[in-house]
């Protein structure tokens, strides 16, 4: 059975740090390109970082470039999100995702950045 558990979230200062990472299981983990999306109130849900399979190409939302860093350990089956420098914009549901026949999402973690 495939899962995604998301953790890491919590309340932030403007200008704060939060590490999220997203623990894999049921699927060969280090075969799927990942990616983390995020989706906040009232608001459609947008691609915020994507990584290869073994993690040589990463991709990111121009809103995040410079601030965010996606990484993967493909021996502990998990995908992180390091978010630096984070905005009250950037206050969020973050999710991780990834495709095989079906698109497969965690529950997401809360992320909320505000003084």
């Known amino acids: 059975q495939v899962q995604l558990v998301e953790s890491g979230g919590g309340l932030v200062q403007p200008g704060g740090s939060l590490r999220l990472s997203c623990a894999a299981s049921?699927?060969?983990?280090?075969?799927?390109?990942m990616r983390w999306y995020r989706q906040a109130p009232g608001k459609e849900r947008e691609l915020v970082a994507h990584?290869?399979?073994?993690?040589?190409?990463?991709n990111y939302a121009d809103s995040v470039k410079g601030r965010f860093t996606i990484s993967r350990d493909n021996a502990k089956n998990t995908v992180y999100l390091q978010m630096n420098s984070l905005k009250p914009e950037d206050t969020a549901v973050y999710y991780c995702?990834?495709?095989?026949?079906?698109?497969?999402w965690g529950q997401g973690t809360q992320v909320t950045v505000s003084s």
């Open positions: 995702n990834f495709i095989s026949r079906y698109s497969y």
């Open positions: 990584i290869s399979s073994a993690g040589g190409s990463t």
């Open positions: 049921g699927f060969t983990f280090s075969n799927y390109a």
